[in-house]
């Protein structure tokens, strides 16, 4: 059974960083690219940054250098260090493979940032 469960987020003022963090357990990750997701209110999911097994990474448009993906191949652990972070980062984040399984989607982390 696989299980992706995301942690890290919280409350961060503009400007502020925070690391996000994904448990990969089952038949997943392991050969496969992973990707980062969001989704704010009222808005479409998007990708974020995505990473493949070798360590090859693409990042949205909207990242602009400010957001780091990596991935533990040997923990099931996939990362995101974001920095400089915009009001308009607010989201729930997700994990999930690259392109996304359906099935696979967690409970995702929210993500605020706001003075």
């Known amino acids: 059974q696989v299980q992706l469960v995301e942690s890290g987020g919280g409350l961060v003022q503009p400007g502020g960083s925070l690391r996000l963090s994904c448990a990969a357990s089952?038949?997943?990750?392991?050969?496969?690219?992973m990707g980062w997701y969001r989704q704010a209110p009222g808005k479409q999911r998007e990708l974020v940054a995505s990473i493949s097994w070798g360590g090859r990474k693409k990042y949205g448009d909207f990242v602009k250098g400010r957001f780091t993906v990596s991935r533990d191949n040997a923990k099931n652990t996939l990362s995101l260090q974001m920095n400089s972070l915009k009001p308009e980062d607010t989201a729930v984040y997700y994990c999930?493979?690259?392109?996304?399984?359906?099935?696979?989607w967690g409970q995702g982390t929210q993500v605020t940032v706001s003075s």
């Open positions: 089952g038949s997943i990750f392991r050969g496969v690219a």
């Open positions: 999930n493979e690259d392109p996304p399984f359906p099935g696979y």
